[in-house]
């Protein structure tokens, strides 16, 4: 090692504190390597990766597929289980499209009258054998022919069986043929109308055709014999635009035509 002083205004090779920085050398000069061009179809962080960049560049996987709006692309045409969704523009609002779009058609309200005499028919006649024997004739004779005293309190152990089996046979009777034969009864099926499920049209399940039968018979049946039917058959003439009584709205059911 050299003991000499370092020649003036040359700073030595070793002290790194003194050392000049290195210009960098032109790519003529053949000193240094020009920086890679960028990837082709963006500037992402992925070489060579697909066309629009890196994960915030279109995502990861490039541009979103067409029709965009979630994982699977644009929902269906129409956004709803009928083409056009069963409340309109939203789950419980009327903007947007129209409600009834795709529907079948609704039930016509005297079809609707007819199919429930019908009904009514079917399960009365069998009924008025089945009193006989329990004595429900007695004691309306007794009643001057007054039907509701069958369902008074002082009605006897008999009048109370018949009336047990009476509630029992009406709403099995709805509840059964609703949910187990496409939602129709008897008298729908002579009428050519269906009972359907208001969010998709589908044939009511079991819990939803025993909600609608509870609340079509069991007022008629204990006190309001000609009250109720006459109020579930206003709320149908002007509810809109469902025209659903208050067994449709509990069970969320609507009145269709079964051919279209």
Known sequence: MSNEPPTPGQPPEDDPFRKR????????????????????????????????????????????????????????????????????????????????????????TGKRVLARIVDWLV?????????????VYDRMNEDSGDFGAVWSASAGGGQWAFQLITLVAYIAYDTLMTAKANGQTLGKRMTGLRVAMLNDGTTPPTSAALMRALVLWLPALICCACLWPLLLLILILVDKPY???LHDKAARTVVVSATQ
């Open 21 to 108: 920085p290195q210009e960098p050398s032109e790519p003529s000069q053949g000193g240094g390597t020009p920086p890679p061009p960028p990837p082709p179809g963006g500037e992402g962080p992925y070489p060579g990766g697909p066309p629009g960049g890196g994960p915030y560049d279109g995502g990861p996987y490039g541009a979103p597929p067409p029709g965009g709006g979630g994982p699977y692309g644009a929902p269906p045409p129409g956004g709803g289980p009928y083409g056009g969704g069963p409340y309109g523009g939203g789950p419980y609002g009327y903007g947007g499209e129209d409600p009834l779009g795709g529907m079948p058609p609704l039930a016509e």
């Open 123 to 135: 399960i009365a006649v069998p009924l008025a054998i089945i009193g006989i024997p329990f004595g």
């Open 243 to 245: 025209k659903q009584g």
